[in-house]
């Protein structure tokens, strides 16, 4: 017998599962489409709810590698553990008033948990932590396997169906809201291409993961008459001691910054520091991640850092010119690890 969730667990805040258009070929790309709540105070209007018996939702998978040499006694551990993916498991229940109720709301629940084909097949998980607008962590997952049925009759007499379900989330983090800032380059000196206007971006981490920051801007100029070139900060990272620049100038303990060339027919870019990630990526496209020659971004934002203070300097541009810094916050558990 499948008893309802513990209505204290996550101290009764809503749980939703969340349609969200994935499809960047969609005019509502990123939008969500839809929100079913199968806990807290919403749930029993939608008639799905979460039932006793989940797992997976806490700490994120690892694998820990180790290796052994010859004649050693025991084995050395990697200071690198590998990050799996998140399997995780809960049952749904489904209960309505009539046949017509239920075979509505049962078809509601797979069209977002197992689409047509063709369509996309993740879905958000979102969980809300404290009664705050901005107090939640989702998580993306899809099915797993087929959902296994845990009724021993048809719905029909009860109009209500139990299925255990097991969920796949490839990217195995929680995210909570994306941090920015935003500073327009309105003041400087100099005209034209070789004008130059220094800021100071500043964004936190409240997360317990490092974070890979973004830079861009939508409207990189009004009037994109010449290049433009960006210098930004690789995180927080610094020279180590004795480097020196091209002209032999001792930099140790200096920012690192990586040099960002823009050119004129872009009228957008996003700046990826992931090392995974494409670094450079403009609209139109263009090749202007060429000029950076690899020397990409090796350094994130660590975890539990306030107000990074991160200066950028552009040369070229106008007054209107913008640049944005977006700070994604990554959680190894649904809820919990800030700093202490």
């Known amino acids: 017998m499948t008893f309802p969730c513990d209505p204290n667990f996550n101290n009764g805040f809503p749980m939703l599962i969340i349609n969200r258009d994935l499809d960047p070929r969609s005019a509502t790309f990123g939008q969500d489409l839809m929100s079913i709540p199968i806990f807290g105070p919403d749930m029993d209007a939608f008639g799905i709810s979460l039932l006793e018996g989940y797992s997976g939702f806490y700490h994120t998978p690892i694998t820990q590698p180790r ?8 084995s050395t551990p990697s200071d690198f553990p590998r990050v799996e993916e998140r399997i995780l498991d809960f049952t ?49 997952m899809r099915l797993e396997r087929t959902p ?8 029909g007499l009860f109009k ?13 983090y ?3 809201k994306t ?17 130059i206007s220094q800021r100071v971006l500043a964004v936190s981490n409240h997360a317990d993961q490092e974070c890979w920051l973004e830079y861009a801007s939508n409207q990189w100029t009004t009037n994109p008459t010449w290049a433009s070139t960006l210098f930004v900060p690789d995180g927080l990272g610094v020279y180590p001691p004795g480097h020196k620049d091209p002209n032999g100038n001792d930099v140790s303990g200096q920012r690192i910054r990586k040099k960002i060339e823009i050119p004129t027919i872009a009228r957008s870019f996003v700046v990826q520091t992931h090392p995974l990630q494409i670094p450079l990526e403009t609209e139109p496209e263009t090749q202007a991640v060429a000029n950076m020659r690899g020397n990409y971004f090796d350094f994130a934002l660590p975890p539990h850092t306030v107000d990074a203070q991160l200066p950028v300097t552009l040369v070229g541009g106008n007054a209107q010119t913008q640049l944005s810094v977006y700070a994604t916050q990554r959680w190894d558990r649904c809820w919990g690890g800030e700093a202490l």
Request: charged share 25%; proline share 6%; hydrophobic share 35%.
């Open 67 to 74: 290796e052994n040499y010859a004649y050693q006694e025991g």
């Open 92 to 140: 749904l229940g489904v209960r309505a008033k009539s046949w017509d109720q239920f075979k509505h709301i049962e078809t509601v629940l797979w069209h977002v948990m197992k689409p047509p084909k063709g369509k996309p097949r993740d879905f958000i998980l979102r969980m809300y932590h404290g009664p705050g607008e901005d107090d939640w962590r989702e998580i993306t």
């Open 148 to 155: 296994k049925d845990l009724f021993k009759r048809g719905p």
């Open 179 to 195: 941090l920015q800032d935003t500073v327009t380059f309105d003041t400087g000196t100099g005209t034209g291409a070789a004008r």
């Open 174 to 176: 929680w995210y909570s």
């Open 160 to 172: 209500s169906a139990v299925w255990a379900l097991t969920t796949l989330a490839c990217d195995p």
